[in-house]
């Protein structure tokens, strides 16, 4: 299984981007381990759908929206949810921080499913950060990995 973090280019210059992409770039790395892991950045909602359709398998990626509208998950339930995905055969999943004035009806309709970090608002990086800790979180639970219950990495 491939893995895809993906986000939609925010133009801001922010001065602790480079501390978000070391923490994203050490989740990654962690990830790795489990399975191919990946981080781009899209410069728009239709770039990512597009690049989404282009890609070649026996099933098309599981888009997976960041979405404060959706289901909030345990970190357990995520770990389960990952772990069926696996078992159904899910070559790629996607999981996509959107634009700052939220996904369009399109892209909500092609999302196979729409996960909220809860309520608050988190800038792009800080929720990129969140979504590969809780990927690697997932796949330390399933692998019965001391991390999930010692909180250390």
């Known amino acids: 299984m491939e893995l895809q973090l ?40 239709a770039a990512l759908l597009q690049a989404c359709a282009r890609v070649q398998g026996r099933r098309p990626p599981l888009l997976v929206l960041l979405d404060s509208r959706g289901k909030a998950m345990t970190s357990e339930a995520l770990a389960a949810w990952l772990d069926t995905q696996q078992s159904s055969g899910a070559q790629r999943i996607v999981f996509a921080i959107g634009p700052a004035d939220g996904w369009s009806p399109e ?24 979504v590969a800790e809780q990927v690697y979180r997932a796949f330390t639970i399933l692998k019965g990995l001391p991390y999930h219950l010692g909180h250390s990495g």
């Open 6 to 45: 993906a986000t939609i280019e925010v133009r801001r210059a922010g001065r602790n981007q480079g501390h978000a992409r070391a923490w994203l770039g050490e989740y990654g790395e962690r990830i790795g381990r489990f399975c191919r892991f990946e981080h781009a950045v899209f410069p728009s909602e």
């Open 107 to 130: 892209a909500r309709s092609q999302a196979g499913l729409l996960l909220s970090l809860g309520t608050m608002t988190l800038a792009h990086e800080l929720a990129a950060v969140v």
